[in-house]
């Protein structure tokens, strides 16, 4: 898919990109809003029923009283129904003078110029030519441009903002503001760029050159032995299954860092207990008889053993609870394969091994 936005006046051109935006900005806002309403011709609809007309003459009635009182936002949507249910060059104009009267002037001049092109009643002509004039100058414009070959496409569709873009290769006023081109075509890619017009005048063009094929689908049975086929290292890591294993670890350490804490206060306040027993107690070989403040530093002592040793039993079982985890963690990557390996220390002896 290749495609290419230019800026009008920020950019300069050669020669024949010169010439295209003379056609493209410069072209004669007649000639402009019959090319931009003959592209984008209604197809010729079935003759409303009675009751459509009347519908859409009682919500045209509704709309002029509601502008009368100076509600066009509310008289807007019952003119677009009307329209809709019975198309009029009289109600089309009404409602581009209501638009221009809500902001919505890029909506009001594709009308102005849907009745200029109409060539019906000549003030009305004049009228839409006029505020046509005068709305363009305030807007800035889209160009729409699809080279030859992706016009050749089957089922090509061009939209901007959601709707089927009207006068493709034509700069056409537009809402100041961000917008969005589109393109679709059968067997083909989709097209789709943002972008934003602002100032008055200003030429944005969007080039739309080619549409890259779609690739083609699998077939089912392909994409069931895709499905079945197995991974090179098995399923992916569950992340809880990873994080239980991180926590657990991580508890482990905690209680061995507890553990030996209290352990090295444990042995702190025994002697402590130990170095005040000679002259304290009676029976210093048994610690009986004994006065302040051994008793106290003796169940000190005893308390934090007591907290030692149950932090190392819940350190062993998170330990315990880890290795279980990391062993059961399905890997990322080919695994080395396990082995142990005994060797004698200094104290005893070690245990090595790659899992």
């Given at each position: 898919m290749a495609e290419e936005i230019c800026?009008?006046?920020?950019?300069?051109?050669?020669?024949?990109?010169?010439?295209?935006?003379?056609?493209?900005?410069?072209?004669?806002?007649?000639?402009?809003?019959?090319?931009?309403?003959?592209?984008?011709?209604?197809?010729a609809w079935a003759e409303p029923t009675i009751a459509e007309r009347a519908r859409a003459d009682a919500l045209r009635r509704e709309?002029?009283?509601?502008?009368?009182?100076?509600?066009?936002?509310?008289?807007?949507?019952?003119?677009?129904?009307?329209?809709?249910?019975?198309?009029?060059?009289?109600?089309k104009l009404e409602l581009a003078r209501c638009h221009e009267r809500t902001g919505r002037l890029a909506s009001a001049w594709a009308l102005y110029a849907e009745v200029e092109a109409a060539g019906g009643d000549a003030k009305q002509g004049a009228e839409a030519r006029e505020r046509a004039a005068a709305i363009a100058q305030r807007l800035p414009r889209l160009a729409i441009l699809v080279s030859d070959e992706v016009k050749a496409l089957p089922g090509l569709e061009v939209a901007l903002d959601g709707a089927a873009a009207r006068g493709v290769g034509l700069a056409r006023p537009v809402e100041p503001g961000k917008h969005r081109v589109t393109a679709t075509a059968s067997g083909r890619q989709a097209f789709s760029?943002?972008?934003?017009?602002?100032?008055?005048?200003?030429?944005?063009?969007?080039?739309?050159t080619a549409l890259d094929p779609q690739a083609a689908a699998p077939s089912p049975a392909a994409a069931d032995l895709e499905r079945r086929r197995p991974t090179p290292y098995g399923p992916r890591p569950d992340?809880?299954?990873?994080?239980?294993?991180?926590?657990?670890?991580?508890?482990?350490?905690?209680?061995?860092?507890?553990?030996?804490?209290?352990?090295g206060l444990a042995i702190s306040?025994?002697?402590?207990?130990?170095?005040?027993?000679?002259?304290?107690?009676?029976?210093?070989?048994?610690?009986?008889?004994?006065?302040q403040p051994v008793p106290d530093l003796a169940r000190r002592a005893m308390s934090y053993a007591t907290v030692s040793?149950?932090?190392?039993i819940a350190a062993g079982a998170a330990l315990a609870g880890t290795a279980v985890l990391w062993m059961t963690l399905p890997p990322d990557g080919p695994r080395a394969s396990a082995r142990v390996q005994i060797a004698p220390g200094v104290l005893g002896g070690a245990v090595l091994g790659v899992f």
């Open positions: 800026r009008g006046p920020r950019r300069r051109a050669g020669g024949a990109g010169r010439a295209a935006r003379r056609v493209l900005g410069r072209a004669p806002l007649g000639l402009l809003a019959a090319l931009a309403a003959s592209a984008t011709a209604a197809p709309a002029q009283e509601l502008l009368a009182s100076d509600r066009p936002d509310a008289a807007c949507p019952k003119l677009e129904e009307s329209e809709r249910l019975r198309p009029s060059t009289e109600t760029r943002d972008v934003e017009a602002r100032q008055p005048g200003e030429i944005v063009e969007v080039r739309i992340p809880i299954h990873r994080n239980l294993m991180w926590v657990t670890g991580g508890l482990a350490l905690a209680g061995i860092a507890l553990g030996s804490t209290f352990g306040t025994w002697d402590k207990v130990e170095n005040s027993a000679g002259t304290a107690c009676r029976n210093a070989e048994r610690y009986l008889d004994c006065a040793d149950f932090s190392f």
